[in-house]
């Protein structure tokens, strides 16, 4: 779920976007962390406790981007002055405020990635009774999961990709004669 600019508040969940570039994928952390919860409830190898560690240092992560966005979030969506924005101040100081939320995003999508190549290295493992009843578990079929948890990494970077390129729409807007970004 996402919210637009015209919006007056910013759930945890949800982040402003601009009318002209895509929406950051924001999502409910919620199910992803009972996922987990309940794939961890049910680890018995290193290798799945080694994904869940993971899996919930992403979530931690991405829980820090979305207080730092809401920390950033009125600064944010103040309009700027329509001269060159890049020689504004304010907007620099916005962008310097914005690396605390790129910089976990990058956290997030590194132990996302941690966590698929966990799941990968569980799947390699020889059965055992234990592993069978949780690879017999449709909840629990580790090729679904490894790919959910490497498309987690995948909205995660799109969610920074969406937020750089807000900031640099926001640091050099288009010119209204061609459309084009003046660099």
């Known amino acids: 779920m996402t919210t637009s600019f015209s919006s007056a508040s910013i759930h945890p969940e949800e982040a402003p976007h601009s009318p002209s570039a895509p929406p950051a994928p ?6 992803l962390t009972e996922l987990w919860a309940a794939f961890s409830k049910e680890a018995t190898s290193r290798e799945a406790l080694l994904a869940a ?24 969506l103040r309009p700027f002055p329509q001269e ?22 990058s956290r997030a ?7 698929a190549l966990a799941l990968v290295e569980q799947l390699g493992l020889p059965p055992s009774n234990e592993r069978d009843e949780q690879a017999g578990s449709p909840e629990l079929d580790l090729a679904t999961l490894i790919g959910y948890t490497l ?33």
């Open 26 to 31: 924001w999502m409910p952390l919620g199910p």
């Open 109 to 115: 999508a590194s132990h996302w990635y941690e966590a």
């Open 151 to 183: 498309s987690q990494r995948v909205r995660v970077w799109a969610i920074a990709h969406s937020l750089l390129a807000e900031q640099l729409q926001r640091l050099f807007p288009p010119q209204e004669q061609g459309g084009e970004v003046a660099l």
């Open 53 to 76: 560690r993971e899996a919930f240092a992403a979530l931690a992560a991405e829980r820090e981007a979305i207080y730092n966005l809401n920390w950033l979030a009125p600064a944010w």
């Open 84 to 105: 060159r924005t890049a020689s504004n101040t304010a907007s620099f100081s916005l962008f310097v405020a914005q690396e605390a939320i790129m910089e976990a995003l």
